[in-house]
């Protein structure tokens, strides 16, 4: 086929194409156009690190400089997957050290990163920029102090979440004097004190700093030092917001904040003295993300501070803000997009404040943008969930935590199939949804017939039989992440539907009813799908083929078996490899 | 190269039966109206309680079942598709003051958790020297030294810590070397197990390890053991 351009031409006009969804349709017109792709294709995103392997991508894509990779599932945000399972960053590294020189970006999730990972990072990429380690784990202060020491030209620095053992605050003063480059440093989860002066030093040397999270440590009257040195912040996540109640304390942070004429982001703000929120007055016009949910504030306090936010997009708050307050935000905050409600007292077995499914209706009612949900409560009713669907059509995210397990409309004691029916009929372009309370078979019939575009789904403690994971594995076309614990589904509806997993990168279920046996049939059946039984509890030699399964873990995969599973995880591999040894 | 669910309707029907003989051998018709469904699916609710019951009890597992770590010691029974006896151990919800407590429900991450200092968790990593894994356990749970005692030989069952606290020493079988069982307060120091009233040891403890005896000449005794 004559080509009508040189390649260099394709290459850049492909240049333009950025998302990764345009450039895998780009690389199947024909294979010239697949060969120059891929030649110049720069970043890639992994959702499942044991999906490909470091080899396979290196070989498609020899000239990366951008690779986002996430490990574990979901579920291990909520210690579901025991320690051990995997999720190990390091032969990725390793095969990039010699690949990928240039490599610039490197953002990780749910994944295990160590110090030697760290150590391999600042030696092997000379033009390193941005690290993310968003919820990972495995390191320590050390490795953070190679990456500080070696990386000149480091833009971000981002350890979001990640657990990090934490030796010192002294790995901070390892970034050298000449580093000007910082544009973003997020410290938030460490829990050790770092050098003041350092820290200091290093923000009045990088006039690019635009997000800065400050870490529990830093007291509330070392803010003021770090503001005036940084009044470009865009970004802002405050240390510990408590200090003695002092006039001029207040005025230092108040007059401080005054001259961020851009901040458009706060959050942190651990221990909260109520008092010192009226500081941020200054700044409240311009926010447009609240992070209060580290924030023992209440109702009365936030509604104050909400009043002065008009332009507020997202809020993320403590149910200490009841519904009165929810009341409030949505009279005051228009331009709502997001708004997560955390729990206070999660344990409890009574309610500690009044929030309850009104606060929710009330902010639909209020703020026509409103797109993404998180909202834990107590109780709620189908009528509730009703009026939000026909309030919020275009919903993208919706998730409920009631509490309690099994927990029925409150009012007419249904089960609130009902109202998440209603959920997924009017917001047509839901991508992601969590359900709770009292739920039967039919809302996964609801779901299976509307939500087309439902792409993740958060299950627990609901349904009746087989036929709830029938309808959502047959009926949600757009589904790629389901995720279902202590639910009563089998065998019957996963065997069924063995071919739906080959369109979806991951299923989990935990606490169900899948029987041994299955995971086995599925298994020889399916060769392209990992299908992973997790189960601490005996060997696999002595299990029965009719004993219910812990936990299932089952994902696509062109890389084959996995070589670094631990002891608890069995696979069809593993058996052949015990009867050829 | 999608499968068409009818063929595989068919291969799997068969494949059930010798699956699951407890189950009744009905066939997967999909096209089968929901009340027909409804005869042959499991009841998975408590003993006792009726099928058409509003608040109808859809796990397979009582709340007990998915305690940390699985604690309750008859994980050997609770497979048993047929079984429903292990649910009578099971404090059921209309009792708050006896709920156990599940594993990641409500889903609120660690870290919040921790922040929030609630009655809630406090999840401490426990290293063992020789064993690969660690495990993490929620030191809210227990209210004594002999409590989380009994845990920690469930999980790593090869040694008998039962005896600690009379003995002061634990022996591997296998190889015959002592451990003793250390912990690492928030000022990053290493010290005894139990030397201290298990309140205070609990909202100071970091991270507890078992050590070999052999590497213990750094830990402090705060008051000599009773």
């Given at each position: 086929m004559m080509q009508p351009f040189p390649d260099e031409v394709l290459e850049h006009v492909f240049s333009f194409i950025e998302s990764d969804k345009d450039r895998n349709a780009v690389s199947l017109v024909c294979k010239s156009w697949y060969e120059i792709e891929r030649m110049c294709r720069r970043r890639a995103f992994i959702g499942n690190c044991y999906a490909v392997s470091p080899e396979i991508l290196i070989r498609r894509f020899p000239e990366l400089r951008s690779l986002e990779i996430k490990g574990k599932p979901h579920f291990a945000d909520f210690n579901l997957v025991p320690e051990g399972w995997g999720g190990y960053v390091y032969p990725w590294i390793e095969a990039m050290a010699l690949a990928y020189p240039c490599l610039e970006e490197l953002r990780l999730k749910r994944m295990v990163v160590t110090d030697e990972t760290l150590e391999l990072i600042a030696k092997s990429f000379k033009n390193f920029k941005v690290l993310v380690l968003n919820s990972c784990e495995g390191f320590s202060t050390d490795g953070l102090a190679a990456i500080a020491a070696s990386c000149r030209n480091l833009r971000e620095l981002d350890l979001r979440e990640s657990e990090v053992e934490d030796l010192s605050g002294h790995w901070l003063s390892h970034f050298p004097e000449n580093c000007t480059s910082l544009v973003s440093l997020n410290i938030a989860c460490l829990g050790s004190e770092v050098s003041f002066s350092a820290l200091e030093r290093l923000v009045s040397r990088c006039p690019n700093l635009q997000s800065l999270h400050l870490n529990h440590a830093v007291p509330l009257d070392e803010l003021p030092n770090l503001l005036r040195r940084a009044p470009q912040l865009v970004e802002l996540g405050t240390g510990a917001y408590s200090a003695d109640l002092r006039s001029d304390v207040f005025s230092n942070l108040a007059g401080a904040f005054s001259k961020c004429k851009k901040l458009k982001s706060l959050s942190g703000f651990w221990d909260v003295v109520s008092a010192y929120l009226t500081a941020l007055y200054p700044v409240c016009s311009g926010l447009t993300s609240l992070n209060l949910s580290y924030a023992a504030v209440q109702s009365p306090d936030l509604i104050k501070l909400i009043n002065h936010?008009?332009?507020?997009q997202r809020l993320w708050v403590l149910d200490y803000i009841e519904d009165s307050g929810l009341e409030a935000l949505a009279t005051s905050c228009?331009?709502?997009?997001e708004l997560r409600v955390f729990p206070s007292d999660p344990f409890g077995a009574e309610p500690n404040v009044t929030l309850t499914e009104r606060g929710l209706v009330f902010v639909s009612g209020g703020c026509p943008k409103l797109n993404s949900v998180l909202y834990f409560c107590r109780q709620m009713t189908n009528a509730a969930l009703v009026a939000i669907a026909k309030n919020c059509p275009h919903m993208i995210r919706f998730r409920l935590c009631i509490i309690e397990p099994h927990t029925p409309d409150y009012l007419t004691f249904q089960p609130l199939d009902t109202g998440f029916g209603a959920i997924v009929e009017h917001c047509k372009e839901l991508r992601r949804l969590s359900l709770s309370g009292l739920l039967t078979d039919r809302v996964f019939e609801y779901i299976g017939t509307h939500a087309k575009k439902l792409e993740m789904l958060s299950v627990a403690f609901a349904g009746d039989s087989d036929l709830g994971l029938h309808h959502l594995l047959s009926g949600c076309e757009s589904l790629r992440k389901l995720e279902i614990r202590d639910s009563p589904f089998g065998d019957k509806a996963l065997l069924a539907n063995s071919g739906k997993l080959e369109t979806m990168r991951s299923l989990w279920i935990s606490s169900c009813s899948v029987s041994y046996g299955a995971c086995k049939l599925l298994s020889q059946k399916m060769p392209r799908l990992n299908v992973e039984v997790i189960d601490e509890r005996e060997s696999s030699d002595s299990r029965s083929e009719g004993t219910f399964v812990e936990k299932l873990y089952i994902y696509r995969t062109v890389?084959?078996?996995?070589?670094?599973?631990?002891?608890y995880i069995w696979t069809k591999d593993r058996d052949s490899a015990i009867r050829f040894s | 190269m999608v499968a068409k669910p009818r063929e595989q309707n068919l291969e799997f029907e068969a494949a059930e039966r010798n699956l699951s003989p407890g189950m009744a051998n009905q066939a997967w018709g999909l096209e089968d109206s929901a009340t027909d469904f409804k005869e042959t699916e499991l009841t998975l609710g408590p003993p006792g309680e009726s099928r058409d019951a509003g608040g109808k009890s859809g796990t397979k597992r009582g709340f007990c079942e998915t305690l940390d770590l699985n604690l309750t010691g008859s994980n050997a029974k609770r497979n048993d598709p047929g079984a429903q006896s292990q649910q009578e151990a099971c404090p059921t919800a209309k009792h708050p003051a006896a709920k156990a407590k599940l594993v990641g429900w409500p889903p609120v991450r660690a870290l919040r958790k921790n922040a929030m200092r609630s009655d809630g968790c406090n999840y401490v990593k426990v290293a063992v020297d020789g064993a690969p894994y660690l495990r993490k356990v929620d030191l809210e749970m227990y209210s004594s030294y002999k409590h989380l005692s009994e845990a920690l030989e469930d999980m790593f069952s090869c040694f008998t810590i039962r005896n600690y606290f009379n003995a002061g020493k634990l022996m591997d079988p296998v190889d015959g070397s002592e451990y003793v069982l250390a912990y690492e307060d928030r000022d990053g120091d290493w010290m005894m197990v139990g030397d201290i009233p298990w309140q205070i040891f609990a909202r100071s403890c970091k991270r507890i390890r078992l050590m070999k005896s052999s590497e213990t000449v750094d830990i402090e005794p705060i008051t000599p053991p009773k």
């Open positions: 936010c008009p332009n507020l228009k331009d709502l997009e890389a084959g078996p996995r070589l670094d599973m631990p002891g | -």
